[in-house]
């Protein structure tokens, strides 16, 4: 049981290239979300899902897309990549079932510079 | 509305000491209030959560003491030892499926 993966652990980017950051979990969650951690402010929201083909934005959504193809997986891909976007990005996930306290497993997060 | 708003930013309390970190929430949809651990390099594990029904909750050294009518909750670490330095986030969530949290606190205690 693997839990919440992320690859990759770090990456550097050009502004304006494009890439996708990797989220994948073992545990069968419904739930899975994107954040991201910049010093000062938190983790704010990017991008969830409820489920397999169903996804909605967060607080800060701009810049970002998400799909939702299985229940395993939940890429975030970013379109056109802006110095903005240096941050530190976690995917999380948890169970539905059972709310309200079900707990949210964080991965170890990926390091984004962008340059 | 949405808003967690964490104290202190940092925290520097003594091995053996009790350490306190607030924070203070306006929509009072939110129903359930955890609190992170995060170490460096790490992301964030659960450590404890509390929900409004209740004034307090306690595991081991860690404690959640929640004012409903004032929306603060706040998280207190009795006798505080060097492993517990970390950053600390407060969160909320109500019925939307969205977390919102704090700011963070980075603790240290010293040995």
């Known amino acids: 049981n693997a839990g919440v993966t992320q690859t990759p652990k770090f990456q550097v980017l050009k502004t304006g290239q494009s890439m996708t950051l990797q989220c994948a979990q073992d545990?069968?969650?419904?739930?899975m979300s994107w954040y991201r951690q910049d010093p000062g402010m938190g983790l704010r929201l990017i991008h969830y899902s409820v489920g397999a083909g169903i996804t909605d934005q967060g607080e800060v959504p701009n810049g970002y897309n998400v799909s939702r193809s299985t229940t395993e997986d939940f890429p975030l891909r970013l379109l056109s990549a802006a110095p903005s976007q240096t941050s530190v990005y976690f995917c999380a996930s948890r169970r539905l079932a059972g709310e309200p306290g079900n707990e949210q497993f964080f991965g170890p997060g990926t390091r984004l510079t962008v340059l | 509305q949405q808003q967690v708003k964490q104290s202190p930013q940092s925290l520097i309390v003594q091995k053996g000491g009790i350490s306190i970190i607030n924070c203070a929430y306006e929509?009072?949809?939110?129903?359930?209030f955890p609190w992170y651990q995060q170490f460096p390099g790490k992301g964030p594990a659960l450590l404890i959560a509390?929900?409004?029904?209740?004034s307090e909750k306690k595991e081991g050294r860690f404690t959640i003491s929640f004012n409903k009518s004032a929306k603060q909750f706040s998280l207190h670490i009795m006798d505080s030892q060097p492993g517990d330095s970390a950053t600390y986030f407060c969160?909320?969530?109500?019925?939307?499926?969205?977390?919102?949290f704090g700011t963070g606190t980075r603790l240290k205690v010293l040995a």
């Open positions: 545990m069968n969650h419904e739930y």
């Open positions: 969160a909320a969530r109500g019925r939307t499926y969205k977390y919102i």
């Open positions: 509390i929900r409004p029904d209740v």
């Open positions: 929509n009072t949809a939110f129903d359930y």
